[in-house]
């Protein structure tokens, strides 16, 4: 995936990047390197990211798959009013499982990982005084 200046990556595990922003991480003692992560286009752009991130360790556990780094881009663009076109992302994944096991966890965790279907159910965002 060739990111736009509004993509991010974040990387854990066996393919966490040596620079970039660190995030304490629930399954991994290094934590996650983001980059970059410096406007609010990006900070979307990461919250994606960083869910599939998380739950891609989340659900490789309770599907007894073994992971031991996952990379994952997110991307998207805006309108000229600035409203969100959509977001993608790619997931790559270090793991000796089967082709058949990871398409497996990338399908769960397309299904349950909360950001993207928050996003992807048009939640309301509104002001408070």
């Not at 739950?55 to 009013?81: C, M």
């Not at 769960?108 to 965002?125: L, Q, Y």
């Amino acid at each position: 995936m060739n990111l736009s200046p509004l993509g991010v990556r974040v990387t854990a595990g066996t393919l966490r990047a040596d620079e970039g922003v660190v995030l304490h991480h629930l399954w991994t003692d290094g934590g996650v390197v983001a980059s970059p992560a410096g406007n609010g286009a990006q900070l979307l752009h990461l919250s994606v990211a960083l869910c599939v991130l998380n739950d891609t360790y989340r659900e490789a556990e309770k599907l007894g798959i073994e992971v031991s780094g996952v990379a994952v881009e997110a991307d998207g663009g805006f309108d000229d009013e600035w409203r969100s076109t959509g977001i993608a992302y790619s997931v790559t994944l270090d793991s000796r499982a089967s082709a058949e096991d990871l398409v497996r966890l990338g399908a769960a965790v397309d299904e349950v990982a909360e950001v993207p279907r928050t996003i992807r159910a048009g939640a309301a965002v509104e002001r408070l005084a």
